[in-house]
T-cell receptor, first 117, second 113 residues
Framework: DTGVSQNPRHKITKRGQNVTFRCDPISEHNRLYWYRQTLGQGPEFLTYFQNEAQLEKSRLLSDRFSAERPKGSFSTLEIQRTEQGDSAMYLC???????????????FGAGSRLTVL | GDSVTQMEGPVTLSEEAFLTINCTYTATGYPSLFWYVQYPGEGLQLLLK?????DKGSNKGFEATYRKETTSFHLEKGSVQVSDSAVYFC????????????FGAGTTVTVRA
């Protein structure tokens, strides 16, 4: 149990279709982050929320991407008119709590893998 | 901007061999440095971290020392096991960026029995 649940775990779609991913942190967190990981690369920051407010968006987040966190708990990431280049693992993360890890540590979900045919 | 460069893989080792994965970084100020690990079929997990120069992070037999003079954070383990087979990512968090991490490309490590 990573503390962050992501659904669906794997989505296969045809080019041009819309897809939506959901992230559910198990406990309350003010901040929530989305990252994208393409094959053979490390995760890249996409966007983050402070409660309901989306405070920063990477230039990687084109206007086909929209993320929301309506109640400051779960979050959704929607991709409209998918392209093959959108194929990647989409990761959700929240600040780590408990233990002695300290600041700046993120707890990641297992991710949602998108395959665009 | 902030960036991380880590040793390319894949790396294949025999059990009980010594493992080193090189990581260097570019950042302004004094970033926090991390190693994350991704085991097959699992999500990213923090392996160890260091928040200031000369700090040594350690966990599960792995160690890495924050070297400001060489802007490096190399990961080492003296005797690897098959269960250490995974992808290892070096990452940093700049002072101003809080939890926004910059990751290296990852190094795939395979340990053979």
């Amino acid at each position: 149990d990573t503390g962050v649940s992501q659904n669906p775990r794997h989505k296969i779609t045809k080019r041009g279709q819309n897809v939506t991913f959901r992230c559910d942190p198990i406990s309350e967190h003010n901040r929530l982050y989305w990252y994208r990981q393409t094959l053979g690369q490390g995760p890249e920051f996409l966007t983050y929320f402070q409660n309901e407010a989306q405070l920063e968006k990477s230039r990687l987040l084109s206007d086909r991407f929209s993320a929301e966190r309506p109640k400051g708990s779960f979050s959704t990431l929607e991709i409209q008119r998918t392209e093959q280049g959108d194929s990647a693992m989409y990761l959700c993360a929240v600040p780590h709590t408990g233990g002695s890890s300290g600041a700046n540590v993120l707890t990641f979900g297992a991710g949602s893998r998108l395959t665009v045919l | 901007g902030d960036s991380v460069t880590q040793m390319e893989g894949p790396v294949t080792l025999s059990e009980e061999a010594f493992l080193t994965i090189n990581c260097t970084y570019t950042a302004t100020g004094y970033p926090s440095l991390f190693w994350y690990v991704q085991y097959p079929g699992e999500g990213l997990q923090l392996l160890l971290k260091a928040t200031k120069a000369d700090d040594k992070g350690s966990n599960k037999g792995f160690e890495a020392t924050y070297r400001k003079e060489t802007t490096s954070f190399h990961l080492e383990k003296g005797s690897v096991q098959v269960s250490d087979s995974a992808v290892y990512f070096c990452a940093l968090s700049g002072v101003a960026n809080d939890y926004k991490l910059s990751f290296g490309a990852g190094t795939t490590v395979t340990v053979r029995a």
